[in-house]
């Protein structure tokens, strides 16, 4: 249950796109097409952005976009907002009912 | 709306037991399974463990298999973790999760603090 691999930090100026990407193996995120994003803002608690690859739930704006690739997944945000800034998580399946993260990156808006 | 209240954190010792409580309102409960994720100081997400609806279906993460039971009561909206022999790399905020799909996780509680330190 290794933990997936995401860049610590990103950024971008307001109305500009960024793009984090989220690596793993064939046996999680290449495996299954079950990778969620989740975005977390200090001392909240994370919500739930992207699902099963690419579909955003009720409520967050179409400005994300999720997308994958082999063993490594990405997240999209267009159009970027100030409070866009926020740690920002992928998760996998990763088979035998086990769910593995990542480690997070912080999105700064410049 | 979808409520869920963790409660039970706290500050122990090394090796001794603590169970957490989470209490559900604003759906069927037991129609969703639901999870612990838990996050350390400063640190990222970590998935905990997980139930399904009618608890046939439970698992571990590998660092607390053996150690932590998840449980729920169905007729009192709640979910449960014991934490037996814990450790310092358990000092974290445990959330209370729910799933739609069993891979993601929809609906997120506040959290409770757990500090396992002698």
């Known amino acids: 249950q290794s933990a997936l691999t995401q860049p610590p930090s990103a950024s971008g100026s307001p109305g500009q796109s960024v793009t984090i990407s989220c690596t793993g193996t064939?046996?999680?995120?290449?495996?299954?097409?079950?990778v969620s994003w989740y975005q977390q803002h200090p001392d909240k608690a994370p919500k739930l952005m992207i699902y099963?690859?690419?579909k955003r739930p009720s409520g967050v704006p179409d400005r994300f976009s999720g997308s994958k690739s082999g063993n490594t997944a990405s997240l999209t945000v267009s159009g970027l907002q100030a409070d866009d800034e926020a740690d920002y998580y992928c998760?996998?399946?990763?088979?035998?009912?086990?769910?593995?993260f990542g480690g997070g990156t912080k999105l700064t808006v410049l | 709306e979808v409520h869920l209240v963790e409660s039970g954190g706290g500050l122990l010792q090394p090796g001794r037991s603590l169970r957490l409580s989470c209490v559900a309102s604003?759906?069927?409960?037991?129609?969703?399974?639901i999870h612990w994720v838990r996050q350390a100081p400063g640190k990222g997400l970590e998935w905990v463990s997980g139930?399904?609806?009618?608890?046939?279906?439970?698992a571990y993460a590998d660092s607390v298999r053996g150690r932590f039971t998840i449980s729920r009561d169905n007729a009192k909206n709640s979910l449960y973790l014991q934490m037996n022999s814990v450790r310092g790399e358990d000092t974290a905020l445990y959330y209370c999760?729910?799933?739609?799909?069993?891979?993601?996780?929809?609906?997120w509680g506040q959290g409770t603090l757990v500090t396992v330190s002698s």
């Open positions: 999760v729910k799933s739609s799909g069993w891979y993601y996780f929809d609906s």
């Open positions: 604003g759906f069927r409960f037991n129609d969703y399974a």
């Open positions: 139930i399904s609806w009618g608890s046939g279906t439970i």
């Open positions: 064939s046996s999680d995120l290449g495996g299954y097409k079950y």
């Open positions: 099963e690859v690419s």
């Open positions: 998760s996998s399946y990763a088979g035998s009912n086990i769910v593995v």
